[in-house]
């Protein structure tokens, strides 16, 4: 066990080596990684003395550290095991509204999270003229414009007409991107009714009552980010949700998912989720 331990801790440096090199130090949450490995070194070591001090070791704390790493181990396999499920068996509807959620720019240039997500809000786009896209993200450090701007900049130059993009520059998080998001969806649709009921009642029509409607909202994120966006978005008051997967950066999947299941795990603490 010490050896497997040991040999996991110098894939972690390894890794963390290939995330230094590919994507430079300022990766956010990279140094996780010798966290990680540290942690496997240390576990290592505990392993191959154990048999040595075995019989000075008190019976409660043998059984309490073992209770807390494997709980560790547990939570950990269960959230990412969702994270898979929910890319695997969620499908992609025709939705009112897509919220396309903002990533890293760099200055003015899309990261390759943000451009997967590009990428599939382009290809949404274009299958469904009548869904509205909503472009959320706001101004970060190292950012020139807000990533709303960005994105909405990109989808205009690749042929997505005005009228089917709303820009929603006031979010610094994926829980502010969903709330903020609602509220524009909520103040267009209240305009679109108050107009269809003003004209149906020109006519001699009765509009029916808004809690008969169903707004249907697509969520578009990378794959690795789908539970959480889903998550929150229900929690902020969505209640037909459909979760629309990018692609991920291959080299940094790993490294995503990892990460996430410290998000999720944050976010369903402070009751965002």
């Excluded at 509205?132 to 993200?137: F, K, N, T, Y």
């Excluded at 169903?214 to 980010?225: A, D, E, L, M, R």
Aim: with cysteine; proline share 3%; charged share 20%.
């Amino acid at each position: 066990m010490d050896f497997i331990f040991g040999i996991l801790g110098v894939l972690c440096l390894v890794y963390y080596g290939i995330i230094v090199l590919y994507s430079g130090f300022g990766t956010s949450f990279s140094p996780v990684w010798i966290v990680l490995a540290v942690c496997f070194f240390l576990m290592a070591a505990v392993c191959h003395f154990y048999w040595r001090f075995r019989e000075r070791i008190p019976l409660k704390v043998e059984v309490s550290v073992i209770t807390v790493v494997a709980a560790l181990f547990f939570v950990f396999a269960v959230v990412e095991a969702a994270m898979g499920c929910c890319v695997l068996f969620g499908r992609a509807y025709s939705t009112d509204y897509v919220i396309v959620l903002g990533a890293q720019v760099r200055g003015s240039v899309a990261s390759r999270s943000m451009q997967y997500r590009l990428d599939k809000a382009l290809e949404y786009a274009r299958a469904n003229p009548n869904t509205v896209m909503i472009l959320s993200g706001g101004q970060g450090p190292g950012e020139d414009i807000s990533e709303a701007e960005m994105m909405y900049g990109y989808l205009l130059e690749n042929g997505v007409p005005e009228h089917q993009m709303i820009k929603e520059t006031q979010s610094h998080s994926t829980y502010e991107n969903l709330v903020y998001s609602r509220l524009l969806i909520e103040e267009r649709e209240s305009a679109r009714l108050s107009a269809v009921r003003r004209i149906m009642a020109e006519e001699g029509y009765q509009m029916p009552d808004d809690a008969g409607m169903t707004i249907g909202v697509g969520v578009i994120t990378n794959n690795f980010h789908l539970l959480r966006a889903e998550g929150i978005a229900s929690r902020v008051g969505f209640t037909n949700v459909s979760g629309i997967a990018a692609k991920s950066d291959p080299v940094l999947f790993l490294h995503f998912c990892v990460r996430e299941c410290f998000a999720i795990l944050k976010d369903k603490f402070v009751g965002n989720m």
